[in-house]
């Protein structure tokens, strides 16, 4: 089961890749996609990450916010 649940996480995290126009911005490049992830990953890691999550959070909320409206 757990394996299931873990399976399933990573789908919808990969959708949410896809979602965000990465994929097509990348031609669908790997090493580009990872090495933007990481890019994100050290912002967080810096002094000011409660900013920086805050304002992912913020803009994250409102895109699927704005997603729900559409008919």
């Known amino acids: ?11 919808e995290l990969g959708g949410l890749v896809q ?9 669908d490049d790997r090493a580009t996609l990872y090495g933007a992830l990481l890019d994100l ?3 967080v890691r810096g002094d000011d ?7 992912w959070k913020r803009r994250g909320k409102r895109a699927f916010d704005a997603e729900e409206q559409l008919p």
């Open 41 to 43: 990953a050290g912002r």
């Open 1 to 11: 089961m757990q394996r299931r649940e873990r399976t399933r996480r990573l789908i």
């Open 19 to 27: 979602k965000a126009g990465l994929v097509e911005l990348t031609d």
């Open 49 to 55: 990450a409660s900013d920086v999550l805050a304002l």
